[in-house]
């Protein structure tokens, strides 16, 4: 392309180069241009380095923080769990004591009043005063926390005479006993 031709389309002078070709002044003076220094080199590869080492640290915070978050809700879900099983067990208690505190054996309405059927797996026939007096010591409650001996598969046979030393025996007045006739 001739010098007369650039300027007609606007173009800088290009000048000669050493190989012989013609180079615009953009291309010219980007070669005239001076290679980085030893010290801007070393900034320049500073500044990545720090560059990387920040998103390193960011990264490894990120991991962490993660990592932390995951342990808290592992510890509350143990936890949580732990309470569950708590409350299980509390309730399992209180329905056990709910059963202890309802008579542990309770008529057969086919048998007659010295025949009960059993609610309870151990214990032992009540029915004289003495052996009364040793669960009540043992125990410190009344009767209707007692429990029979199995003396067949699920009937116990209690020494009683009537309703009356029934109601007497395991579900005394102060204890808010109520005995109906015939039951």
């Not at 915070?61 to 309470?83: D, F, S």
């Not at 797996?121 to 009540?126: G, Y």
């Not at 010591?137 to 209690?158: A, H, I, N």
Request: charged residues 50%.
């Amino acid at each position: 392309m001739t010098r007369e031709r650039e300027k007609e389309i606007g173009l800088p002078p290009s000048f000669p180069s050493s190989d012989g070709r013609n180079k615009s002044i953009h291309s010219l003076t980007h070669t005239l241009s001076l290679p980085p220094s030893e010290e801007e080199k070393s900034e320049k590869k500073k500044k990545k380095k720090k560059k990387k080492k920040k998103k390193k640290k960011k990264k490894k915070k990120k991991k962490k923080k993660k990592k932390k978050k995951k342990k808290k809700k592992k510890k509350k879900k143990k936890k949580k769990k732990k309470k569950r099983k708590k409350r299980e067990r509390e309730r399992e208690r209180e329905r056990e004591r709910e059963r202890e505190r309802g008579m542990a054996c309770s008529l057969s309405p086919s048998l007659s009043l010295h025949y009960f059927q059993c609610k309870s797996s151990r214990a032992f026939p009540l029915g004289q005063l003495e052996e009364r007096k040793r669960v009540e010591d043992l125990k410190g409650r009344w009767g209707r926390d007692y429990t029979f001996e199995m003396m067949e598969s699920v009937e116990c046979r209690l020494l009683l005479s009537s309703s009356s030393h029934f109601n007497r025996l395991c579900h005394p007045p102060e204890r808010g006993g109520i005995w109906m006739e015939g039951e």
